[in-house]
């Protein structure tokens, strides 16, 4: 199994960036997927979680209205686009792969800083 991300960086107060995490190893498609972060001294934290076929989705209430979950299914992606960035949001961000065994990737930097 492997779940790497992509797409972290460096932005300014309200940016965007857009995190892509591809999953191999295991049936992409019959698993729920979230994105998790992880901020310096702070617990880590459930951002936002699809559905399996991608029609639901939840947030945590920091970050509704602003990012936005998504997954292809034929390609084995699962995204997070993240606008109006604020410092708040800078963490290691995470993919998880939820299932009777839950799998996560390596992580991905965010520093949102001016």
């Known amino acids: 199994v492997q779940l790497m991300e992509s797409g972290g960086g460096l932005v300014q107060p309200g940016g965007s960036l857009r995190l892509s995490c591809a999953a191999s190893?295991?049936?992409?498609?019959?698993?729920?997927m979230s994105w998790y972060r992880q901020a310096p001294g702070k617990e880590r934290e459930r951002v936002s979680i699809i559905s399996n076929t991608g029609d639901i989705t939840n947030y945590a209430d920091s970050v509704k209205g602003r990012f936005t979950i998504s997954r292809d299914n034929d390609k084995n992606l699962v995204y997070l686009q993240m606008n109006s960035l604020q410092s708040e949001d800078t963490a290691v961000y995470y993919c998880v792969a939820h299932g009777v065994r839950t799998y996560w990737g390596q992580g991905t930097q965010v520093t949102v800083s001016s």
């Open positions: 190893g295991f049936t992409f498609s019959s698993r729920a």
